[in-house]
């Protein structure tokens, strides 16, 4: 009997990184081969076929990379050959690509994200076990029609859910709001629930010129006006609380709506959606009432991508405020 085939892209992170003995810093060292070989007995399960992408720690991996990513998994996906696809990332931006990914590719089949938080050189190095986690989740038929999936610590969580909670914890990446889908255990994926909404969005381009401002008591419209006067084509909010600005801010916001930059607004709160509950100067139902659009639970950093990629499919503002707070209400 032949054994499934599972593509592995490798694009770097501390899963590639060893200590530097000069300079005693995690560094990218190892190559595809190293790290799949720290996988006890991987080969008599799947059949692994690797893609070396790149090995980039990855807060230098930006929106444009992000889509290159897409693409290869896009390519390797479709295949009939293949049975799931797997993406080793670093844990810092781990979650955008996860969520960007989730929005553009539409295939039944399962594709995961991992990454590690220790480095190959650190005692309880967790690349080996995360990757064989993820591997397995790939293989599974349970794993289909799930959309994008971030597998480490045996915990599987929705790319449109998770989020890295933690700078060390190795069980940092975590869906607050939610809880994880499911469990990677004895080398077998279970799954607790299942994805009720989930949101395509067909387009080959980002827009990078995307703001994310993180509010706090006090603040003026100066921040909204460098970022409309520097050439930025939409800008995300992580509000106060339920949704609420300081007053003075909305001089910015409304002068960005009415030049025909879309503001999203989010949370800075960890869990919750954003409403408009209160009436008061800068308040959530001022905001939507100025056409502020509302990013219900997601995270400024997420909210961020969406926007990125809806703005790389249309400039209508109409169809802008349809396609993001689709299946968010």
Known sequence: MSLKKVVVVFTGGTIAMKLDPISHTAIPALNADEIISSVTNINSYVDLEVVNFSNLPSPHIDPDIMMKIANVVKENVVREDVTGVVVTHGTDTLEETAYLLDLLIDNEKPIVVVGAMRNHSELGYDGASNLSAA???AMSDKAKNKGVLVVMNNEVNAASQVTKTNTLSLDTFKSPEFGP????????????RDIIKRQ???TDRIENKVALIKTAPGMESDILAFYMDSGYKGIVIEALGRGNVPPKMMTGIERAIKINIPVVMVSRCNTGRVLDTYGYKGGGRELRNAGV?????????????????????????????????????
């Open 293 to 329: 659009i509302f990013g219900g639970n997601l995270p400024g950093q997420k909210a961020r991508i969406k926007l990125m990629l809806i703005l790389g499919k249309t400039n209508d503002m109409h169809e802008i405020k349809e396609l993001f707070e689709s299946n968010l209400y």
């Open 135 to 137: 591997i397995c989740t």
């Open 181 to 192: 889908l499911g469990i990677v255990d004895n080398d077998e994926v279970i799954f607790y």
């Open 200 to 202: 395509l969005i067909v």
